[in-house]
């Protein structure tokens, strides 16, 4: 019998299938986070065993060492392509912007780098309408400038997973195969496959991270949950926001959306 499970594994794998036959020069964003895990795990599965691009992180040297152990850890067992693009310093950040939400930008600026390289037209992201409000504007295969500029009024229509996946060259394309699953189905699809996860997202000491980050930006919530089980339970009842540990999301009104619009995953 089909299981919701199967049905969101089985539309994402069909994204992977249809970028990868339609779009050159692909590559897969990493934040080692559950999210980008469960998004390499279904490459996988949707590519019969391997990654067929590379996957990019954009370090800050500022994760926290248990993600960094496990990004080598995973590389080495999954064989990736692993390429580190290192984000330029806070200093040459938007001066305007507010002090948490510079910190956050340099992954911005590191991606828009990395895309002035000319290496990709298309880049796997994997983020969820779910977890912010303005993710919820997206589309799957969501043209943009090269600058990473996103305007949200041109996106092209998508029904009935027809999707448009063809763009003019100078178009940089963000697609997002995990935007219709949600916190909870990814958790449960993390338990029934089995896949690896940071130690992080399990809690120590009453804490644990609902959401990977940089270490001067991203805090642990209050939390008993140290088990996949138990984090099921407890996304069964909190109504504490998944985002709740990141700083940037407290500190200005506009702050998300302003990072959204230049470029932010």
Same mark, same amino acid.
């Given at each position: ?20 036959? $339609? ?8 934040? *080692? ?140 394309? $963000? ?10 189905? *990814? ?29 001067? *930006? ?48």
């Amino acid at each position: 019998m089909t299981t919701d499970l199967d049905q969101l594994e089985s539309q994402s794998i069909y994204i992977l299938r249809e970028a990868y036959n $339609r779009i050159d020069r692909l590559a897969l964003l990493w934040s *080692i986070g559950k999210d980008s895990n469960v998004l390499l795990w279904l490459c996988r599965k949707a590519f019969f065993g391997r990654v067929p691009f590379p996957v990019v992180q954009l370090d800050t040297a500022m994760e926290l060492p248990e993600v960094y152990e496990f990004r080598d850890m995973a590389t080495r067992e999954w064989d990736l392509d692993l390429r580190v693009e290192m984000c330029p310093p806070e200093e040459e950040m938007d001066q305007t912007l507010p002090p948490l939400t510079r910190a956050a930008a340099r992954k911005t600026e590191g991606l828009k780098n990395l895309l002035r390289k000319g290496n990709y037209q298309g880049i796997f992201v994997g983020i969820r309408r779910d977890e912010q409000a303005t993710r919820a504007k997206e589309r799957v295969f969501s043209p943009r400038s090269l600058d990473g500029d996103w305007d949200v009024k041109d996106q092209p229509a998508e029904f009935w997973d027809h999707f448009k996946t063809r763009f003019d060259e100078g178009t940089h394309v $963000r697609i997002h195969p995990l935007l219709h699953w949600t916190e909870m189905d *990814i958790w449960r699809y993390s338990k029934r496959e089995e896949i690896p996860i940071v130690p992080l997202y399990f809690a120590r000491d009453g804490k644990r991270y609902r959401s990977l980050g940089e270490k001067n *930006i991203t805090f642990p919530v209050d939390s008993t949950a140290g088990t996949i089980d138990e984090i099921i339970a407890e996304l069964a009842v909190t109504r504490v926001p998944e985002r709740a540990g990141r700083a940037m999301d407290n500190e200005a009104e506009d702050s998300f959306e302003r990072l959204r619009s230049v470029g932010y995953m």
